[in-house]
């Protein structure tokens, strides 16, 4: 069903471009292409904005603003503030995040709906690379967009129910649980974490590598570890899980080694998948590898006029990623020749507290990349001010090649994730830290803690030990 006509016509049914999911991906890319002129079909089975508004980025980040408020509260004494924590609220809390999502999502709707774009509710299926059909009609396009996006996984033999949750269910629950095993240390494990120990739960975090976020710099992983053992999380990295049972009021995790973990429930976030099982993909000879669509640097599939973005396509699963992906592909449709996306410099943040947040580089793919010519520099949050009156601890590392550029930063910290625009600058513009170093940094701010670091390791540190 066509939700909108487009310009000029009663009942769109051909395309200059037809995008198959309206994720961070899809939208991205609907929005581009019809702000370049181009009649845009954009085809929806659920609601506009995909995971990341409804049920990933958004509702994590709301759920960890209510987290920190309740910290907030509890530590209130440490700042010569009387306040109590009397409780969590979980209607409150939902209510306050869904509020948030409604109101992004009616933003949206209004811009395509503005930028004329025709929003196509239905399940569609790629039936040709020209054509996507839609319950039962078909749609043709010159250039048709897959961006179906992702699922989350779990592991073989471990099935979602009642109380075992993926994220999904995790961001509808109406009472906070007493105790929480979270199956899975990466980026989504760690976050919902951070929430649950802040709004009260005893919580461990199962983690089958030997540390958590383990795509970080190992120093990341080293200092967020330290900080949740501090806020009483227990880590069992390491670990395998074998098996779950489900009882009345709660589950028995079994771990490698023998030990059960009893919890009130098991969040798995083992990962994220591609949705791209039974959408015709392969069925109409797009090229794919372990159900992701392989795509090149500018989103072309290996067949003409089939473009894919988002989590579909191996690498980095987020949502800025997605955007970046959407506008660049119908950029190139246009014939603009855009500039490809260069993977390692895209920013990547864990919103935890404390946070991590990363661009470029880690030392590891530093060294072996460039070998013994790599240099690094640790710039403590003990001598940024404002981290001080934040309380919050951690460090800014710098990752550059001998007599070259800065090629990583790796940040942990309370609001860190908001320094990483800068961060992104310096390495993607190949800037040295002789560079940044003449840059003054506003004082007091955390941002002060990237030009330390930098003059640092330009050899002149201010406010830290030579
Ligand atoms: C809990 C969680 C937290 C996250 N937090 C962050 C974060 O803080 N920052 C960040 O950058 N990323 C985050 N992500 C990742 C981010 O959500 C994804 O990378 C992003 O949503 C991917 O966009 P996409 O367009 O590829 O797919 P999606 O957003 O998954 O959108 C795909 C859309 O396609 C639709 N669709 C699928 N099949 C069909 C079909 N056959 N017909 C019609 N429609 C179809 C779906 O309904 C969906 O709306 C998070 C993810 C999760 C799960």
């Known amino acids: 069903m066509a939700d909108q006509a487009g310009p000029g016509t009663e009942l ?169 095993v979270v199956l899975g240390g990466g980026v989504i494990g760690v976050e919902f974490a951070s929430v649950w120990r802040s709004f009260g739960a005893e919580v461990t975090v199962l983690e089958a590598l030997p540390r958590l976020v383990a795509a970080e710099d190992e120093a990341c992983s080293k200092a967020l570890e330290r900080a949740f053992r501090k806020r009483g999380i227990t880590l069992r990295t390491g670990t395998a899980f074998e098996s779950v049972e489900t009882t009345d009021d709660g589950v028995r995790v079994h771990v490698a080694g023998g030990d059960v973990l009893e919890a009130d429930l098991l969040l798995v976030a083992v990962g994220r998948g591609p949705a791209t099982d039974g959408l015709g993909y392969d069925d109409q000879g797009v090229a794919m590898e372990r159900g992701f669509v392989l795509a090149d640097e500018r989103g072309r599939t290996n067949l003409d006029g089939v473009h894919a973005v988002g ?72 001598g940024n001010g404002k981290s001080q009156i934040l309380k919050t601890q951690g460090f800014v590392k710098l990752v550059r090649r001998t007599d070259g550029p800065v090629l990583g930063v790796h940040m942990v910290g309370s609001r860190v994730g908001e320094l990483i625009g800068e961060a992104q600058l310096i390495t993607g513009w190949d800037a040295w830290p002789e560079d940044v170093a003449p840059l003054v940094h506003a004082h007091p701010t955390q941002n002060e803690a990237l030009g330390e670091a930098h003059l640092a390791l330009a050899g002149k540190p201010l406010h830290a030990h030579s």
């Not at 609907?30 to 002129?37: T, Y």
């Not at 449709?333 to 947040?357: K, M």
């Open 311 to 382: 989590d579909i396509v191996p690498g980095l699963q987020l949502a800025h990623r997605g955007f970046a992906q959407g506008v660049l592909v119908a950029e190139d449709i246009a014939g603009l020749d855009p500039t490809p996306l260069d993977e390692a410099l895209i920013p990547r943040v864990t919103y935890s507290d404390p946070e991590v947040a990363s661009v470029g580089l880690t030392e590891a793919q530093a060294r072996e990349a460039h070998g013994d010519a790599v240099e690094t520099l640790t710039y403590d949050l003990g």
């Open 12 to 180: 769109e049914q051909d395309f200059d471009v037809l995008v198959l999911g309206a994720g961070s991906g899809g939208y991205a890319c609907a929005l581009r292409a019809a702000q370049l002129g181009m009649r845009v079909g954009l085809v929806e089975k659920d609601k506009v904005g995909g995971t990341c508004l409804h049920v990933g980025c958004i509702p994590t980040k709301a759920l960890l603003h209510a987290a920190e408020v309740a910290d907030a509260a509890r530590e209130s004494e440490q700042f010569g503030v009387h306040a109590t924590l009397d409780g969590i609220d979980m209607d409150g809390v939902n209510g306050y995040k869904d509020a948030v999502v409604d109101r992004l999502h009616t933003g949206l709707s209004g811009l395509l709906k503005g930028r004329g774009v025709t929003t196509i509710t239905g399940s569609g299926r790629l039936t040709s690379p020209r054509t996507v059909e839609v319950d039962g009609t078909t749609y043709t396009a010159t250039h048709v967009v897959l961006a179906s996006g992702s699922y989350a996984k779990t592991l073989p033999g471990l099935d979602l129910d009642g109380r075992v949750v993926s994220s999904t269910e995790a961001l509808r629950l109406t009472e906070v649980p007493r105790s929480v």
